[in-house]
């Protein structure tokens, strides 16, 4: 029975609901609304009752639900404006079905229903199905307006659905929407993600193109991973456009000075955020952390994290991410320290970074810490902390923890070569290979990521067999053309030593990279053939592919082990001036031990000694000068390098073995024992060198004093036979053959 009617209780309820409306007071409107009910007051106004729907879906569902059966009882939902104000209620409160239900029941739908409908899925993530409704509302008659229409553009971008940004393209222009900047750059970012070429050539054709424009081409160009191309686009967007950039703008500015590793674009571009004044949005000065970081700065990261006037969660773990790519591990462990007496909560993100810091000192007491403050904040669920335990644990040694973590876990494929990459670093690739068997067993489908990994094992065993069976899976699951998967097997072929099978992988690659090339100069390196890997340099050039830091370091290898210390020489003074390339302490370290190899032991140290202020030196340039010490006879000097070293690489058991065998040529007997009672005091455990050989496609190890393999005999006979054929020429420093 319908509700009698007052005119003047009504015109007040009326006049009030309204205006509680318009104030947000949703718990007052309906309040006001049950009062008018139990007084008799029949309210039948369209626009009161979307008020009290829309306060309904405010407070919670129930509330909606209630309104909606009253609404239905009253005879009220004939009218499309109350029932496009129950479907955007269950919308927002994210019960789709509901919403659905009643879209279906309603009499009559107009454009606001339509466009309720697919905005609800849209924005709740359910892409597939806005879609849908928005091509069966096309196919109704239906005309979308301009925010539906950036709303299902961002859907297409989302979900990369090229064929349907064409189509939409059609229709924008068809339908009189090109005129909207707001679409153009919805489509534009569309295109961005997927066709950089498309895009410019859109972007060139707008006429109207504002801060968002600019910014969604920088972010496409970061996107495709052509950080230089966005930095550029930035440089045009403030000098010839004469745009003033937003925060968005800058957050991807900083990105692609990251992404270029340009500490000096990184500054310039300080700099400016500085001079309009953009310092004080937190996203941007996490950003300015996060580039310094990664173009090694870590004290202008620290100077920012300083300043900033409000510190959250990210900032936290954008400095403590920094120290640890910077191999500044005891920084990390304060400033994880400093979180806590701060009161600010680790996160997920907190406790992978300080795993970090446990793998590189090899404690798992602090990776059983790590686990226990997951279990309690209940972050055992999170996939990428079970990897990172998983990790940490295997270099620490516990690889039955790691099992046990593996085998308790919901596996996916990263969990899956997580497990294989920890066990081939940890020195277990026929373990890893296991891993990947059972994988395949287990229906898994491996990624690129894996199949590296795989190709990793692999290469630590350096049995060609193997190998050649790990290419054949990467070839039948079609990821071998991929650049970072050939590379993997250009570097694998090159360290079982069958540097042919390298280079004509390498000539069949249909896209290389500059770590392709790095990796083919690297291998010619470890196979000996230094004047190859020289010319391989000289190729690039031919290539326009521009030689980075990762190529100076292979030739640098490469020169070091095929002893051409002048060609060595030559190009690392080229480094700077000719390929414009930052000497870090690994090209240095690798000059060291070139040097070193060749006998010139002060040039070494004067390099060393001569290093720019804010390098030190690393244990493998002392490791180098340690070894041809021990091999030039020159303990003096060797005297001097033991404690450095010891200092920098207190847990290797290879620098205590060496020391002590250095002692040991010079019949120092009593240093020799003492470097090897200090390892065992330390609990460091001593790991055998190995020597491998190809025999048949099957790696054979050779390690020093064993004697279980069936033809031991015959193999010490053969290996003194070596020792007489061989002889070392010390005045020259080389090594010469006579049999």
């Known amino acids: 029975m319908r509700l009698h009617f007052k005119p003047a209780v009504l015109a007040d309820t009326i006049s009030r609901v309204k205006e509680l409306s318009r104030n947000g007071s949703w718990h007052e409107v309906l309040v006001r609304f049950n009062e008018a009910k139990r007084a008799g007051v029949g309210i039948t106004e369209p626009s009161v009752i979307n008020s009290v729907v829309k306060a309904s879906s405010k407070l919670s569902n129930e509330h909606g639900k209630s309104i909606h059966a009253w609404v239905l009882k009253q005879g009220l939902d004939a009218f499309s404006s109350v029932g496009n104000s129950i479907t955007d209620s269950y919308v927002k409160c994210g019960d789709l079905q509901s919403a659905l239900g009643v879209f279906r029941s309603m009499r009559s739908r107009d454009s606001v229903s339509w466009n309720v409908l697919i905005h609800g899925f849209l924005r709740r993530g359910d892409l597939g199905r806005g879609l849908s409704w928005f091509r069966r509302a096309q196919a109704g008659g239906f005309e979308p307006g301009v925010s539906t229409l950036v709303l299902v553009l961002q859907a297409c971008r989302s979900i990369r659905l090229v064929n349907e940004l064409f189509e939409l393209h059609g229709y924008v222009i068809k339908n009189g929407f090109w005129a909207s900047v707001s679409v153009q750059n919805s489509l534009l970012g569309g295109y961005a993600d997927v066709d950089t070429e498309r895009a410019e050539d859109m972007f060139d054709e707008m006429l109207d193109r504002d801060v968002i424009s600019w910014s969604v081409m920088i972010a496409g160009y970061l996107h495709n991973e052509e950080a230089d191309l966005g930095f550029r686009m930035f440089v045009k967007m403030v000098s010839e456009a004469k745009i003033d950039p937003d925060e968005v703008t800058v957050v991807s500015v900083l990105k692609a000075c990251a992404g270029i590793r340009s500490l000096i674009a990184g500054k310039m571009a300080h700099g400016f955020v500085l001079g309009k004044g953009l310092d004080v949005d937190s996203f941007v000065e996490n950003s300015l952390i996060d580039m310094y970081c990664k173009c090694r700065d870590v004290d202008s990261a620290v100077s920012v994290f300083r300043d900033m006037t409000w510190r959250n969660l990210v900032s936290w773990n954008s400095i403590v991410s920094g120290y640890v790519l910077n191999e500044k591990y005891s920084e990390a462990l304060s400033m994880f320290c400093s979180m806590g007496k701060e009161g600010i909560e680790a996160d997920e993100v907190t406790l992978v970074n300080v795993l970090q810091t446990c793998k590189h000192y090899v404690n798992v007491c602090w990776c059983k810490s790590v686990h226990c403050l997951a279990l309690r904040k209940g972050y055992e669920s999170n996939d990428f902390l079970q990897n990172s335990l998983i990790d940490a644990y295997i270099k620490c040694g516990r690889i039955e923890i790691a099992w046990d973590l593996f085998d308790s876990m919901e596996k996916d494929t990263v969990s899956w070569s997580t497990m294989i990459s920890g066990l081939t670093n940890n020195g277990e690739p026929d373990e890893a290979i296991a891993v990947f068997n059972k994988m395949i067993h287990a229906q898994e489908r491996p990624n690129a990521i894996t199949i590296i990994n795989l190709l990793e094992a692999c290469s630590v065993l350096a049995e060609l067999k193997r190998s050649k069976s790990a290419h054949g899976i990467a070839i039948r699951t079609c990821l071998a053309p991929e650049v970072a998967v050939g590379t993997a097997i250009v570097?694998?072929?090159?360290?079982?030593?069958?540097?042919?099978?390298?280079?004509?992988?390498?000539?069949?690659?249909?896209?290389?990279?500059?770590?392709?090339?790095?990796?083919?100069?690297?291998?010619?390196?470890?196979?000996?053939?230094?004047?190859?890997?020289?010319?391989?340099?000289?190729?690039?050039?031919?290539?326009?592919?521009?030689?980075?830091?990762?190529?100076?370091?292979?030739?640098?290898?490469?020169?070091?082990?095929?002893?051409?210390?002048?060609?060595?020489?030559?190009?690392?003074?080229?480094?700077?001036?000719?390929?414009?390339?930052?000497?870090?302490?690994?090209?240095?370290?690798?000059?060291?031990?070139?040097?070193?190899?060749?006998?010139?032991?002060?040039?070494?140290?004067?390099?060393?000694?001569?290093?720019?202020?804010?390098?030190?030196?690393?244990?493998?340039?002392?490791?180098?000068?340690?070894?041809?010490s021990k091999s030039f006879g020159n303990e003096d000097m060797g005297k001097d390098v033991i404690p450095r070293i010891l200092e920098l690489e207190p847990l290797n058991s290879a620098n205590y073995m060496l020391a002590s065998s250095m002692y040991a040529v010079g019949g120092l007997w009593s240093d020799a024992a003492r470097m090897r009672r200090l390892a065992k005091e330390r609990a460091i455990g001593v790991m055998a060198g190995y020597s491998a050989v190809n025999v048949e496609d099957r790696s054979c190890r050779f390690i020093a004093g064993d004697e279980s393999h069936p033809?031991?005999?015959?193999?010490?006979?053969?290996?003194?036979q070596l020792h007489r054929c061989m002889r070392i020429d010390r005045s020259s420093g080389s090594m010469a053959i006579e049999c």
């Open 491 to 628: 570097d694998m072929y090159s360290k079982c030593g069958t540097i042919e099978s390298s280079r004509k992988v390498f000539d069949q690659m249909p896209n290389r990279n500059v770590l392709s090339w790095s990796a083919m100069v690297a291998g010619y390196g470890m196979n000996g053939l230094a004047r190859e890997a020289l010319t391989l340099l000289a190729q690039m050039k031919l290539h326009n592919i521009k030689p980075n830091e990762v190529t100076a370091l292979s030739v640098l290898s490469a020169c070091s082990h095929g002893g051409l210390v002048e060609e060595g020489l030559s190009f690392f003074q080229s480094m700077v001036h000719e390929h414009n390339l930052h000497q870090d302490v690994e090209h240095y370290s690798c000059v060291v031990d070139m040097l070193s190899r060749a006998g010139k032991l002060d040039k070494a140290m004067d390099l060393i000694k001569e290093m720019p202020e804010g390098l030190e030196s690393k244990a493998s340039a002392w490791g180098a000068l340690l070894s041809a």
């Open 711 to 720: 033809q031991a005999r015959e193999i010490r006979s053969m290996v003194k």
